[in-house]
């Protein structure tokens, strides 16, 4: 049976949002991360990432860098028991400088591309998972990948929670991560 996913943006939701991470000293993990994330994987949710890159079509950072974020974020969870387990990345954009990634794709958000390659590939749920992200994208995002969506105030959040597009509905709109979790957790032990 398909299991339930906890789908998650990255900057603004995860860690802090500090534009294009084009170096590892500028990942700053939330403190309530980890913490977060534990809980959700042991209620028996995945944890995936779900993430917009242009900078790598717009030339500012490459993917063998972003793979290098990536598991410098595994590292640094890692000591308090958290874990990711799996990165989902759009590296497109209509615009970019670089032609192999020019590209309008259904992959980036507010497309539901990268939510409905995870389901495929590691056969998850959508009804019974929930995106959570700082912008109103990731909402729209997993609205249209059928998953239950929570808009966090921390990120970009802090100035777009209070005004939301008029097509786009959040099922929560909560201070951070854990909130979220803990929304998410008691939302499923009630279906
Ligand atoms: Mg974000
Ligand atoms: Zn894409």
Redesign the pocket.
């Known amino acids: 049976m398909s299991r339930p996913a906890l789908f998650l943006?990255?900057?603004?939701?995860l860690i802090e949002?500090r534009g294009y991470i084009d170096r590892l000293d500028l990942i700053a993990v939330y403190p309530w991360t980890g913490d977060a994330l534990r809980l959700a994987r042991r209620a028996g949710f995945a944890v995936v990432v779900i993430t917009n890159q242009s900078a790598i079509a717009r030339g500012i950072i490459d993917e063998a860098f972003l793979q290098q974020v990536h598991r410098e974020l595994d590292a640094r969870l890692a000591p308090g028991g958290a874990r990711i387990d799996r990165y989902y990345y759009c590296p497109h954009f209509p615009d970019a400088r670089i032609e192999q990634y020019r590209r309008d794709c259904r992959c980036r958000k507010p497309g539901p591309g990268l939510i409905e390659e995870a389901c495929r590939e590691m056969d998850l749920d959508p009804a019974r998972s929930v995106m959570v992200?700082?912008?109103w994208i990731?909402v729209a995002c997993g609205a249209a990948a059928g998953t239950k969506t929570i808009l966090v105030r921390s990120?970009?959040g802090a100035h777009e929670a209070d005004v939301p597009p008029a097509d786009v509905r959040a099922d929560a709109i909560l201070n951070n991560l854990m909130e979220a979790v803990g929304w998410m957790l008691r939302t499923s032990s009630r279906s």
């Open positions: 943006d990255r900057d603004g939701t949002e992200g700082d912008r990731d990120g970009h």
